[in-house]
């Protein structure tokens, strides 16, 4: 009853932007920390950012400064604003719930650990 919806992913030279967006659908009463995670190529996923309920944020070492997450709570939207575009950044990239409040057939719920279904960013000449 609660889905990621994630759209922005693209292919984009390097030095260029993309902006992600991960948009929750249902009867989302509130979110928590959001966070955007990546996995390139036979490569472990990891974090890239974070944000949390009261909009604090937390950046991985190789985005610091290129990337900037924020939210829009009243859409349920995380968004994931990526310049300088290296190539190195190329990965399937996730949103992430760790904590949605919802309202089912059923009443007030409770989602934990929610994953989008990942978006393509590609960074090539």
């Known amino acids: 009853q609660v889905q990621l919806v994630e759209s922005g992913g693209a292919l984009v030279q390097p030095g260029g932007s993309l902006r992600l967006s991960c948009a929750a659908s249902?009867?989302?009463?509130?979110?928590?920390?959001w966070a955007w995670y990546r996995q390139p190529f036979r490569k472990p996923r990891e974090l890239v950012a974070a944000i949390t309920s009261d909009g604090s944020t937390d950046y991985a070492d190789s985005v610091k400064g290129r990337f900037t997450i924020s939210r829009d709570n009243a859409k349920n939207t995380v968004y994931l604003q990526m310049n300088s575009l290296k190539p190195e950044d190329t990965a399937d990239y996730y949103c992430?719930?760790?904590?949605?409040?919802?309202?089912?057939?059923?009443?007030?719920?409770?989602?934990?650990?929610?994953w989008g279904q990942g978006t393509q960013v590609t960074v090539s000449s």
């Open positions: 249902g009867s989302i009463e509130s979110i928590n920390t």
């Open positions: 992430h719930a760790d904590e949605i409040i919802y309202y089912s057939d059923y009443g007030r719920r409770g989602a934990y650990d929610y």
